[in-house]
């Protein structure tokens, strides 16, 4: 089965830095035919994108909410998707999901992704 599983999350104050990892598992082909994003979502608010990447890890796309403040990447060897994150403030404070693409290209839509992990909390403190 398939199984996403996101890390790093917890609390910060605002300018702070943090770094979220995805492990994949599971994958019917190996990782790098996948896109990968990273989305997150506020209680009552809709989720939105923060970036993405295309399977090789040559392509990136950053979402307008966090441009600049945010670097992701992806380890194919180990089956990793990471989330480097600075200057965060307290508007970041949402969960933080992880999604995998059976495309190679990446996708800046929800409905465009197959695997979705759990998430992980970010909260940012004033």
């Known amino acids: 089965q398939v199984q996403l599983v996101e890390s790093g999350g917890g609390s910060v104050q605002a300018g702070g830095s943090l770094t979220l990892s995805c492990a994949v598992s599971?994958?019917?082909?190996?990782?790098?035919?996948?896109?990968m994003g990273w989305f997150r979502q506020a209680p009552w608010k809709e989720r939105t994108i923060v970036a993405a990447?295309?399977?090789?890890?040559?392509?990136?796309y950053y979402g307008d909410s966090m441009k600049g403040r945010v670097s992701i990447s992806r380890d194919n060897a180990k089956n990793v998707l990471y989330l480097q994150m600075h200057s965060l403030k307290p508007e970041d404070t949402a969960r933080y999901y992880c999604?995998?693409?059976?495309?190679?290209?990446?996708?800046?839509?929800?409905?465009?992704?197959?695997?979705w992990g759990l998430g992980t909390q970010v909260t940012v403190s004033p």
């Open positions: 990447i295309d399977g090789s890890g040559g392509d990136a």
């Open positions: 999604a995998a693409d059976r495309t190679y290209g990446y996708d800046t839509r929800t409905i465009a992704y197959d695997y």
């Open positions: 599971g994958l019917r082909f190996r990782f790098s035919d996948y896109a």
